[in-house]
């Protein structure tokens, strides 16, 4: 007996991007900002009013540290004296309505305290962010703030544009004031930079609630307390207290994630009354404060948010490596114009900066124009930083006449986070003149579950027989020449007589199948399909062009027929103007992977040295057992291990499995459900970013160098040992470059690393886990 599972959780429906809400449903629906300057067309896009009996775990992940962060103060009693001070997720709590953080002093100089953020759940990109807090007693030794950040933090470029941590607030001084920071460029000395700007805050330490608001577009940040503007900062213009405003280079141009905390504080003597007292050290061990945030919210404009499907090229402001880019007018591009990249060299890039704040397989159509002048590109995806996937095919922009064209890409599997893609100039076909290239508007679409043959051929399916059509049974067609064709060649069905071409396809399953038909035709046509004598009428193929003559690749015909095991002869049977017929094939249709339990949820959590599966079913059926898979590149899966299902339960089963060999990187996994009649189904796919730095006791910093400079080696979280390590750096073709012998829970410097740019490894010899990655820039 089938089961029927159905996802609890709210996937996404296939081609959408917008049928997951972030909006908290309690959110009031006439809620507006503190403040009256937001335009009237933007909206709702993310809130949590913190108003359930637990936090939204599809929202918010709770901080654990595995070690603790930075220690406050010194001997000289400049500062509080705390020498450790720990996330704990026992910290974290929801109560009436409010996000509670807790903070605890654990022993003399021992902070335990909460914090939760976004990351790897939602991220947006500009937009107006506020929250309404309640802040924790500063003149405890800690401080509240609300803030956010990204990976791209960490790349050193001089620039927040690729990522930046934006601290709106933070309640580290006793007077009546906070200040807004942004850093940039990771946190080692020698590369990190920051803005600073202070603002005022009347009353915040009164024990009341207040706003904090933050509008980010491309070009400033501009900070609002109690819906009062704060600071007008970071652009190019302002000066605040004397101080000359940072430039435009601090603001963050891709998409970030939220992050509410509380931590110890930095707070001086200098930020308060005189003498200073240590009122962390006096206090007794115990709860010493909370903070309370009653609600999140983000509005947007329609065209900002990370789930925007349709992307207008030229509203970005893309990289290119060669060539010469602009913008430019054109009445067929979409939007009235197009970005073209023109005096280009095959190897020419030019990349576009996305955002997504939703997993899943992905399919991504490029509009471009067509001319004379334009030439082939290809495609490839950043799916995390500094990992790119080639897309399969090419992508032909020439035409003998001006036109807009729209080609799809193969699907990509995406992690929530910021990716780029890149067109790469791979030369020209043999009519055009030059190597342009055009890029008008980029169409992203989602499905909520990968397809059971996903990564395979023409209509998303797996090909079972493949015939050029100059191959296949001829019937008064006649074979001609065409330069873009497969083979050179395609099959011109008469316009003279009743013609046609076919093959003979063989199944080993009677079924349903997929017929793909690689055509062109001026306009659209009729053909007849006949499959074993039986006529299944006409069926149109499109205007595809003509890519022969004027640049393009082949229409695509695809429909759905009935085949028996063994032998079946298929025709196409056409009389009247001419269809060319370049290609055949069968194949197998792919189904969406559905998953028959009641799966209340599915969650990866990354732990010190392994990653920690737990899910849980609301229901089941017929559920033999459960088997846990592992991806490094979200297409090819490893059972890791297996779980037995509970048969037939109506009530809740809660599951779960240790990964103890996690990836260093980003790590995917699916379930695999087996039914007692030996069906098989499967889970979305969920992914975790494991660092695998506490297993192998291996950090460097920074992770992205110029060549000369040097990158620090962090082994004091290894294991004590009186004996030198071994480690080699190799390029990513495997090639050692140089070897340096390095002493356990110790942190070396290496030196003059004079490499050209590229990606690198760091890897100790004999331990593969010991591996981490750093990049060479120019």
């Known amino acids: 007996m089938r089961s029927t599972f159905t996802f609890l959780f709210g996937l996404l429906l296939a081609g959408s991007l917008g049928a997951q809400s972030?909006?908290?449903?309690?959110?009031?629906?006439?809620?507006?900002?503190?403040?009256?300057?937001?335009?009237?067309?933007?909206?709702?896009?993310?809130?949590?009013?913190?108003g359930a009996d637990s936090l939204d775990l599809t929202k918010w992940v709770m901080d654990d540290s595995p070690r603790s962060r930075a220690p406050r103060g010194n001997d000289e009693g400049t500062g509080y004296i705390i020498n450790e001070w720990y996330w704990r997720p026992d910290n974290v709590s929801v109560e009436n309505g409010n996000l509670v953080l807790r903070v605890d002093k654990v022993d003399d100089g021992i902070m335990h305290t909460g914090s939760v953020r976004s990351d790897g759940l939602y991220q947006s990109r500009y937009g107006y962010y506020e929250c309404r807090v309640l802040i924790g007693q500063a003149d405890l030794g800690t401080h509240t703030a609300f803030w956010m950040t990204s990976a791209g933090q960490a790349n050193i470029d001089s620039t927040g544009h690729d990522g930046a941590e934006v601290d709106i607030f933070e309640s580290a001084w006793y007077q009546d004031y906070t200040k807004a920071v942004i850093h940039i460029d990771g946190y080692a000395e020698g590369t990190r930079a920051a803005n600073t700007l202070r603002y005022e805050t009347p009353g915040l330490h009164n024990g009341e609630y207040h706003t904090f608001g933050m509008m980010w577009t491309e070009d400033e940040i501009r900070i609002y307390y109690d819906g009062d503007l704060g600071v007008r900062g970071f652009d190019t213009?302002?000066?605040?207290?004397?101080?000359?405003?940072?430039?435009?280079?601090?603001?963050?141009?891709?998409?970030?994630?939220?992050?509410?905390?509380?931590?110890?504080?930095?707070?001086?003597?200098?930020?308060?009354?005189?003498?200073?007292?240590?009122?962390?050290?006096?206090?007794?061990?115990?709860?010493?404060?909370?903070?309370?945030?009653?609600?999140?919210?983000v509005?947007?404009?329609?065209?900002?948010?990370?789930?925007?499907?349709?992307?207008?090229?030229?509203?970005?402001?893309?990289?290119?490596?060669?060539?010469?880019?602009?913008?430019?007018?054109?009445?067929?591009?979409?939007?009235?114009?197009?970005?073209?990249?023109?005096d280009v060299s095959p190897g020419d890039n030019i990349t576009f900066e996305i955002c997504q704040n939703v997993a899943g397989y992905y399919t991504l159509e490029l509009t471009h124009l067509a001319f004379l002048n334009f030439g082939t590109w290809a495609a490839s995806v950043e799916v995390e930083p500094d990992v790119w996937v080639d897309l399969?095919?090419?992508?032909?922009?020439?035409?003998?006449?001006?036109?807009?064209?729209?080609?799809?890409?193969?699907?990509?599997?995406?992690?929530?986070?910021?990716?780029?893609?890149?067109?790469?100039?791979?030369?020209?076909?043999?009519?055009?003149?030059?190597?342009?290239?055009?890029?008008?508007?980029?169409?992203?679409?989602?499905?909520?579950?990968?397809?059971?043959?996903?990564?395979?051929?023409?209509?998303?399916?797996?090909?079972?027989?493949?015939?050029?059509?100059?191959?296949?049974?001829?019937?008064?067609?006649e074979i001609q020449s065409c330069a873009t064709a497969r083979n050179g060649e395609y099959v011109r069905l008469s316009t003279d007589n009743v013609s046609s071409v076919g093959f003979i396809a063989n199944v080993a399953e009677a079924g349903t199948y997929a017929l793909n038909v690689g055509y062109m035709s001026a306009i659209d046509r009729q053909a007849e399909v006949v499959v074993n004598g039986i006529s299944l009428g006409d069926q149109t193929f499109t205007d595809s062009g003509r890519w022969c003559f004027e640049g393009g690749s082949p229409g695509l015909f695809t429909m759905e027929i009935a085949l028996e095991a063994g032998d079946n002869e298929i025709l196409i049977v056409r009389s009247g103007p001419p269809i060319f017929v370049d290609y055949l094939g069968v194949a197998e249709i792919c189904e969406s992977l559905a998953l028959p339990i009641d799966l209340a949820y599915f969650r990866a959590v990354a732990q010190q040295k392994s990653v920690l599966l737990t899910w849980a079913t609301a229901s089941e059926v017929d559920n033999d057992f459960v088997a846990v898979e592992r991806s490094t590149d979200g297409l090819n899966f490893t059972e890791i291990g297996r779980r037995d299902g509970a048969g037939t339960r109506d009530s809740q089963s809660d599951y779960e499995l240790l990964d103890e060999d996690p990836q260093t990187g980003l790590n995917y996994y699916r379930l695999r459900q087996f039914d007692l009649d030996g069906s098989v189904n499967y889970s979305e796919v969920i992914t975790v970013r494991f660092s695998g730095e506490v297993r192998s006791g291996l950090k460097i910093y920074p992770t992205q160098v110029k060549s000369g400079s040097a990158i620090t080696v962090d082994l004091t979280a290894a294991e004590p040992s009186t004996e030198a390590r071994q480690f080699t750096i190799v390029d990513q073709a495997g090639r050692e470059v140089s070897s340096y012998q390095l002493q356990s829970s110790a942190v070396h410097s290496l030196r003059g690393l004079s490499l050209p740019p590229g990606l690198y490894y760091l890897t100790e010899v004999g331990v593969p886990a010991s591996t981490t990655r750093f990049v060479v820039v120019r």
């Open 22 to 50: 972030f909006v908290d449903p309690t959110t009031p629906s006439d809620a507006v900002p503190d403040f009256s300057g937001m335009p009237a067309d933007w909206e709702l896009v993310f809130s949590d009013e913190f």
């Open 237 to 297: 213009t302002e000066t605040i207290y004397g101080e000359v405003n940072g430039n435009e280079r601090f603001i963050p141009r891709v998409a970030q994630y939220l992050w509410l905390s509380n931590g110890a504080s930095f707070g001086t003597p200098a930020a308060g009354p005189a003498p200073f007292m240590d009122n962390f050290t006096l206090a007794e061990n115990g709860v010493l404060t909370r903070a309370y945030f009653d609600y999140v919210r």
């Open 299 to 342: 509005w947007q404009p329609p065209s900002f948010g990370c789930a925007t499907p349709e992307l207008e090229l030229e509203n970005f402001t893309p990289e290119n490596d060669g060539g010469t880019v602009a913008v430019i007018n054109n009445a067929d591009a979409s939007g009235g114009s197009h970005v073209r990249m023109r």
């Open 392 to 477: 399969p095919g090419e992508i032909d922009m020439y035409s003998r006449e001006s036109r807009s064209r729209s080609v799809v890409l193969p699907e990509i599997y995406l992690p929530i986070g910021n990716h780029r893609v890149r067109f790469t100039s791979t030369g020209q076909n043999a009519a055009s003149s030059n190597f342009f290239g055009s890029f008008d508007r980029l169409d992203v679409s989602i499905s909520d579950l990968p397809q059971t043959c996903f990564g395979a051929g023409p209509g998303g399916s797996v090909s079972l027989t493949d015939i050029d059509a100059e191959d296949a049974i001829l019937n008064d067609a």
